[in-house]
């Protein structure tokens, strides 16, 4: 439910925020939670189906299921692919593509029709005329037993959200 509220609030904001940026008017910059797995932990079943780059980066199962369906690990990954394609749409010019990745991949690639992967993911890149390579390169390798730059700049700056007049939605 609170997926479908935040993508919801981003298809309806889509259009303004892309004017806004286009015209110069603000900088939107996305942001993903993600927690780490105590170091105990990061063998259990729980945290090798939530997390990536050995219990670094988690995220809950979206079905709140852990024998069936999506793990919280693809919700990691495909956040990271997100924060990637926006840091090379920003490195291109054109931040606000960020705003159509996430709305298409929304649509195109849903988790009810098992399509939320990263070949459905991919096909949407290739359609906004982004480099997958880039993409690629940016995410890393999420089994690697390594701090993922993107995500570890993510945690760190949750630790002073809101200190910047931000406006942050989770």
């Known amino acids: 439910v609170k997926c479908d509220m935040l993508m919801e609030f981003v298809k309806d ?17 996305p942001h993903y939670i993600t927690w780490y797995c105590p170091h105990a932990f990061t063998l259990s079943r729980q945290c090798k189906s ?10 809950p199962d979206p079905e709140q299921d852990f024998s069936s369906g999506y793990d919280g690990k ?7 692919r997100q924060l990637c394609v926006y840091k090379v749409a920003n490195e291109t010019g054109k931040p606000w593509v960020w705003w159509d990745y996430v709305t298409d991949f929304q649509i195109r690639c849903p988790m009810k029709e098992k399509k939320y992967n990263k070949d459905c993911a991919e096909s949407v890149i290739k359609s906004l005329g982004i480099d997958s390579r880039k993409i690629d390169k940016c995410m890393g ?9 993107v995500l570890k700049e993510e945690q760190d700056a949750q630790v002073g959200k809101g200190t910047r007049g931000d406006v942050t939605i989770l």
């Open 141 to 149: 390798d999420p089994d690697a037993d390594l701090d993922n730059p």
């Open 74 to 80: 693809d919700v990691v990954v495909e956040n990271l």
């Open 13 to 29: 904001f889509k259009g303004a925020a892309q004017i806004l940026e286009k015209g110069g008017f603000t900088q939107f910059r």
């Open 50 to 59: 939530q997390c990536i780059n050995k219990g670094r980066y988690c995220a």
